[in-house]
């Protein structure tokens, strides 16, 4: 029996990465991302949000195309989450939504804690974490951060 834990790597990130930093970022995931496939990862657990997480996920649909058994599953924290996002935004998110292997959302309504509640729900399902940490605050710190706690592998492209 595979335990999925085991072959499942999430993401974390900002929101915004700064566009000089965005070519050089993109080679630093994809090389983690390559490592961790040839290391026998196969699921890719995303929280669908603006900035690094959609290009995470992106990427692992990039790479699909090199490593057909890689799944990407997106956990959502809401179905009105893109809501009020700038339309080309909205357009790429339902683009990646409709070539995910796996949606699922954890609140069927935005609530307080809903956006917590993903990136925990990311965490507790994974044994990697790659993500995209330059500031000491906010949620993606906070996320890292339990990672850590949890024993996740965890790989900051913004530090390699």
């Known amino acids: 029996m595979l335990n999925r834990k085991r ?10 990465i700064p566009t000089e ?15 961790l496939i040839e290391n026998g990862y196969i699921y890719f657990g995303a929280g669908g949000a603006l900035g690094f ?5 992106k990427m692992v649909l990039d790479l699909k195309r090199q490593y057909p058994q890689i799944k990407l599953i997106l956990v959502l924290p809401c179905v009105s989450q893109a809501n ?5 935004d909205r357009r790429v998110y ?3 939504k409709e070539q995910a292997d796996k949606v699922v959302y954890i609140s ?4 307080k804690g809903c956006m917590h509640e993903r990136n925990r729900h990311l965490v507790d399902n994974s044994s990697a974490c790659v993500c995209y ?21 965890v790989q900051n492209v913004a530090k390699i």
């Not at 940490?133 to 592998?153: C, F, I, P, S």
């Open 21 to 35: 930093n965005l070519e050089e970022i993109s080679r630093k995931l994809r090389m983690v991302l390559i490592k």
């Open 7 to 16: 072959v499942t790597c999430c993401f974390s990130g900002h929101r915004r």
């Open 133 to 153: 940490l330059t500031e000491n605050t906010g949620g993606t710190m906070y996320t890292v951060q339990y990672a850590v706690r949890k024993g996740l592998y």
């Open 94 to 96: 339902a683009r990646i």
């Open 53 to 57: 997480d959609m290009l995470a996920e």
């Open 84 to 88: 009020h996002w700038k339309e080309e």
């Open 108 to 111: 069927q309504e935005y609530s």
